[in-house]
């Protein structure tokens, strides 16, 4: 969800559950017993700090699996997985963190507070052997920085400019760049995938780019039938079933899902209310740059075609509802708009996610029978499609 290059949490990367702070947010659980598995940790610069052990699943909760403290420079874990999964080594008191895979058996970590992330120095990069999840994971995120090289180095070289024309032209390139970086990065997401079809961590890394943006839902399709059937059970794979059913129900062709939410005014607006139109839904932000500066470009759409049986409904992803009410009057937004709900705070919004809604904005366009027509038309191609379903 990049939810116009940004996430339903702004920009905080697809299932923050991978973030430091939700740990203080725990749901404590057993695992079910399945495998015995003991780490058996090395940690320099670290002596005497309590380490907490934290399961991550693609929830927004954690399972812890165990506390120690480090002695003489050593640590040790055991327990049970069902599974390989992905966990956290937490050290409160310094509020650093490391990520890796475990699985049954005996595994061996090192961590050094002089070996950190480049994006992170709270992040401590571990060595890890017994692993076989973490020497996946390990061979994705390599491949992964070749394929951003390119796009790492002109973004550094774009926060040391300062004159403002240099800059702008500075800033095209880098958005030539992130294109084509995108498309090849979700590429490789799905070539991955499909070439491990055996790992619990592959399974999980293809969450990231469950999206029909990325290529046909078919192979997207295949790639999740691919898996064995011992990932078939995992978290990751329920998740991304999930996610790829969404998908599926919004298909040019399906029906749109129905569904009602408030207006401006605080009054109820469903999508059914409109059938008997050519309806272009929206679903944009007041915090979404890209959603707001489009704003001109559909005023002109919509009033040339508004009294010939085409609306628009616009399904703001705002938690904040001064603020998206503040942004329809200030660009004096004319079209229907309605406000998602967010039944779980800091969880995706209820009608982003039974369309499954990644990036903002999104259009849909449906015809007057309710029928969904396609996702994501540029201007010329969604006008032509209007006009020839008016």
């Keep these: 969800m990049k939810l116009h290059?940004?996430?339903?949490?702004?920009?905080?990367?697809?299932?923050?559950?991978?973030?430091?702070?939700?740990?203080?947010?725990?749901?404590?659980?057993?695992?079910?017993?399945?495998?015995?598995?003991?780490?058996?940790?090395k940690a320099v610069g670290l002596n005497k700090s309590k380490l907490i052990l934290f399961a991550i699943p693609e929830l927004r909760t954690s399972d812890t699996l165990g506390?120690?403290?480090?002695?003489?420079?050593?640590?040790?874990?055991?327990?049970?997985?069902?599974?390989?999964?992905?966990?956290?080594?937490?050290?409160?008191?310094?509020?650093r963190y490391s990520s890796f895979w475990i699985m049954p058996g005996t595994i061996e970590v090192e961590l050094d507070t002089a070996r950190t992330s480049e994006n992170s120095s709270k992040e401590l990069m571990p060595i890890v052997k017994g692993s076989a999840e973490q020497d996946i994971y390990e061979l994705f995120n390599n491949k992964m920085k070749v394929l951003s090289a390119d796009l790492t180095r002109e973004y550094k070289k774009l926060n040391t400019i300062k004159d403002p024309e240099e800059k702008k032209k500075q800033e095209e390139k880098v958005s030539d760049i992130r294109e084509e970086y995108t498309k090849n990065s979700n590429q490789f997401h799905w070539d991955f995938a499909g070439e491990h079809r055996n790992s619990f961590a592959a399974c999980f890394l293809l969450s990231y780019t469950i999206n029909d943006s990325y290529g046909p839902i078919n192979k997207l399709e295949n790639i999740m039938n691919n898996f064995s059937d011992d990932v078939k059970q995992s978290l990751s794979y329920k998740k991304n079933s999930e996610e790829l059913a969404s998908l599926l129900r919004i298909q040019p062709g399906k029906p749109a899902p129905d569904f009602t939410l408030s207006d401006a005014d605080g009054k109820d607006l469903s999508l059914s209310s409109l059938k008997g139109k050519v309806v272009l839904i929206d679903f944009w932000a007041s915090w979404c740059i890209p959603c707001v500066a489009s704003i001109p470009s559909m005023k002109e759409l919509y009033n040339q075609y508004k009294d010939k049986g085409f609306e628009i409904l616009g399904v703001s992803n705002d938690s904040k509802i001064d603020a998206w009410k503040k942004c329809i009057q200030q660009n004096s937004i004319p079209w229907k708009n309605v406000v998602d709900r967010f039944p779980i705070q800091y969880r995706p919004a209820e009608i982003a996610t039974l369309y499954s809604i990644h990036f903002l904005p999104t259009t849909l366009l449906i015809d007057k029978n309710g029928i969904i027509i396609a996702k994501n038309l540029h201007e010329k191609e969604l006008e032509n499609k209007i006009k020839e379903n008016l």
């Excluded at 697809?14 to 740990?23: F, N």
């Excluded at 480090?70 to 050290?91: A, T």
């Design 5 to 41: 290059k940004s996430s339903f949490l702004k920009d905080n990367l697809v299932r923050a559950a991978l973030s430091a702070a939700l740990i203080f947010f725990v749901t404590v659980a057993n695992l079910s017993a399945g495998g015995k598995f003991e780490i058996k940790g």
């Design 67 to 95: 506390v120690t403290v480090i002695k003489d420079g050593k640590f040790n874990f055991k327990g049970n997985v069902s599974n390989p999964i992905l966990v956290r080594l937490m050290i409160p008191e310094s509020n």
